[in-house]
């Protein structure tokens, strides 16, 4: 069963189909969607930046869709990055300076990364949807060489490494996108 995964982005659609082939699912793969896929992000959550997402490449492929809407969540920032964590900056080194910067007087560091995900069927209906969590606090500065975005800066809660000096084997059990797929995944294992 092939699904679209709504993304331009490559390195996202390998971590996925990393995970299902770390579970031993060979019958489901992820692949970019067709081209013209460029929606307009412009919900106010997670959630509906993920439908728009999973409505726009369903409406250029007619097919299952997968589409998921991710950030960071830092609480002493009420919430930001939030739906402009890759927005949030120009480049990622500028994104964690920012962040950094303003997280500097701040003793609250509690943070977590969000990812809802969508999935949506041929006739374009919402199949299922869920959220995935992963907790943890912003560090003061940039550690590990792993990872992308601010995986540097989060350190995980219940662990004394951040998301960046993680495997990518550790990182794709405990992420926030991870779990979000599982519950995705033990969805689709109802239906094929």
Sequence with gaps: MKIVLA?????????????????????????????????????????????????????????????????????????????????????????????????????????????DMTLLNPKGEVAFKHEGRCEGTIIREARGQNGFGYDPIFLVKGDTRTMAELSEDEKNQISHRSIALNAVLDYLKTII
């Design 7 to 115: 993304s331009s982005n490559k390195h996202k659609v390998q971590e996925i189909n990393d995970i299902i082939k770390s579970k031993g699912i060979s019958s489901i793969e992820f692949i970019l969607p067709p081209k013209g896929f460029n929606p307009v992000e412009d919900g106010v959550n997670f959630e509906e930046n993920s439908y728009i997402k999973a409505r726009a490449a369903w409406e250029i492929s007619k097919t299952w869709v997968l589409a998921d809407d991710s950030g960071l969540c830092i609480d002493a920032l009420g919430g930001k990055p939030g739906i402009y964590s890759a927005r949030y900056a120009e480049t990622p080194a500028l994104r964690i300076e920012r962040v950094l910067n303003e997280m500097d007087e701040k003793e609250d560091r509690a943070a977590h990364f969000t990812c």
